[in-house]
C-alpha cells in the first residue's frame, strides 16, 4: 500500500549550519533561510504546525524539567524550568561533536540548576532521569515495531 505525504516537519540542528572546522556556512544558512521564507509564504498552514509542534515539545520539555525537580525540591518556579531548559540547549549545541550529547546534557543541566542556587547534583539525577525515560521509549518503539511488523506481514500473506 503506497503513502503519500502531504506534510513533513524537519528540525535543523547545529551541525547542518556548521562547517566540519566549526564555523557556521553561511552558505547552507542562506540557503536553508531561502527554503523556510518559500515555506512560509506559499504553504502557511505548514509553516504553522511545525512552528506550533516545535513550541509544544518546547513546553512539554519544561514540564518534564518542573515534575523532576518538584520531587527534589517545592522551591522551582515554571520560570525557571524555562531558563534550565534554555540553558541546557545552548549548552548542548555548544558540544553539538558529543554523541547523542553523552555528558553534555548532564553538565548543561547541572550548570544551570547550579546557576538557579539549587545542587549541582539536582541537575545530573534530572539528566539521568530524562535517560531512563528515552531508555523506556525506545525499548517501547522497538518492541512495538518488532510486532507490528509481525502484524502487517501476516496480514499480507493473506
Known amino acids: 500500500m503506497k503513502q503519500e505525504f502531504t506534510r513533513i516537519a524537519v528540525k535543523v540542528g547545529s551541525n547542518v549550519l556548521t562547517r566540519r572546522d566549526g564555523t557556521l556556512d553561511v552558505t547552507r544558512m542562506s540557503a536553508l533561510v531561502d ?21 509544544f515539545a518546547r513546553v512539554l520539555s519544561c514540564a518534564e524539567i518542573y515534575f523532576i525537580l518538584s520531587i527534589f525540591t517545592d522551591t522551582i518556579s515554571y520560570w525557571d524550568c524555562i531558563l534550565i531548559l534554555a540553558f541546557t540547549s545552548l549548552f548542548a549545541n555548544a558540544l553539538f561533536f558529543l554523541p547523542m550529547q553523552l555528558g553534555g546534557r548532564e553538565g548543561g543541566f547541572a550548570l544551570a540548576v547550579g546557576g538557579l542556587s539549587m545542587p549541582y547534583a539536582y541537575g545530573v539525577y534530572m539528566g539521568l532521569i530524562m535517560r531512563l525515560r528515552e531508555l523506556v521509549w525506545i525499548i517501547l518503539g522497538i518492541g512495538l515495531m518488532k510486532f507490528g511488523n509481525k502484524n502487517s506481514l501476516k496480514s499480507k500473506r493473506i
Do not use: C, D, M
Not at 527554503?35 to 513550541?55: C, D, N
Open 35 to 55: 527554503q523556510i521564507a518559500e515555506l512560509h509564504s506559499k504553504h502557511r498552514v505548514t509553516f504553522y504546525t511545525s512552528l506550533g509542534a516545535e513550541f
